[in-house]
């Protein structure tokens, strides 16, 4: 089994900062990336932020400039610092892990933390 722990989140104004961090643990042979993804009320599930082992980033055209992802340490631990908050950030984050759960997996399984919320107030 794995686990994902995510942290952070809460309630901001509008052009504040706040941090999300996310821990991945249990059955895991190794972690190919890892990532936020968020969803508002009546929205889709869209990916924010992604990191992969070898440091390449990407992020959703609406967060470049002002959210920034970093992580990978020895705790398997990702961190989203997102600065210069808008309302239409508002959502609710979910870390993703992309896992080889053991060393004869060719392919990755998706993991999924509970998520956590993020309310920016105008």
């Known amino acids: 089994q794995v686990q994902l722990v995510e942290s952070g989140g809460g309630l901001v104004q509008a052009g504040g900062s706040l941090g999300l961090s996310c821990a991945a643990s249990g059955s895991i042979f190794s972690i190919n990336a890892m990532g936020w993804y968020r969803q508002a009320p009546g929205n889709e599930r869209e990916l924010v932020a992604r990191i992969s082992s070898g440091g390449s980033t990407n992020f959703a055209d609406s967060v470049k400039g002002r959210f920034t992802i970093s992580g990978f340490n020895a705790e398997n631990t990702v961190y989203l610092q997102m600065n210069s908050l808008k309302p239409e950030d508002t959502a609710v984050y979910y870390c993703?892990?992309?896992?080889?759960?053991?060393?004869?997996?060719?392919?990755?399984?998706?993991?999924w933390g509970e998520g956590t919320l993020v309310t920016v107030s105008s």
């Open positions: 993703n892990a992309e896992i080889f759960p053991h060393w004869r997996a060719t392919t990755t399984r998706d993991y």
